[in-house]
């Protein structure tokens, strides 16, 4: 019996994903990106990047529809996002387009809380957290279990 996986995450534009890299774009605004791959598993639909072209030579022939570079290269048979650094950009495209969002959690009764600790709306903090006194927690921030704050 497998278990189920998860639904495979909506077709993304290219253009979406250009602006959420802060990258500037040289190809199809519309093209669909439907998945994220390292550079040799990549398929077309996938997104993946390059980090320098030693890495692009020894990957073997190319087929990602779309690849984050820290420069333009001419002779990339794909569309292509350029960018200062490729692997952060990637990191922030899987987390803002393909990582399953986590739900909210709130505020575990197993977390340690000191004295004169703020805690904004929309914040998780899970079991185990310890969080000091006179301790500030904004908007959106999720501490995992071990987190000390």
């Known amino acids: 019996m497998s278990t189920p996986s998860a639904p495979p995450a909506?077709?993304?534009?290219?253009?979406?994903?250009?602006?959420?890299?802060?990258?500037?774009?040289?190809?199809?605004?519309?093209?669909?990106?439907?998945?994220?791959?390292?550079?040799?598993?990549?398929?077309?639909?996938?997104?993946?990047?390059?980090?320098?072209?030693?890495?692009?030579?020894?990957?073997?022939?190319?087929?990602?529809?779309?690849?984050?570079?820290?420069?333009?290269?001419?002779?990339?048979?794909?569309?292509?996002?350029?960018?200062?650094?490729?692997a952060l950009a990637m990191a922030r495209v899987v987390e803002e387009f393909f990582a399953p969002k986590r739900p909210f959690f709130g505020v575990s009764r197993l977390a340690h809380r000191g004295a004169h600790v703020f805690i904004a709306e929309g914040v998780s903090v899970w079991p185990f957290v310890t969080l000091e006194d006179h301790v500030s927690i904004d908007l959106g921030t999720t501490l995992y279990p071990g987190v000390f704050v």
């Open 10 to 86: 909506p077709p993304v534009r290219l253009d979406q994903i250009a602006a959420a890299a802060h990258g500037t774009l040289i190809g199809p605004s519309d093209l669909a990106i439907t998945g994220v791959a390292g550079l040799t598993e990549a398929a077309p639909g996938d997104l993946s990047f390059v980090a320098d072209e030693a890495a692009l030579k020894a990957s073997g022939p190319i087929q990602a529809s779309a690849l984050l570079v820290p420069r333009r290269i001419e002779a990339l048979p794909c569309a292509q996002i350029i960018v200062p650094h490729p």
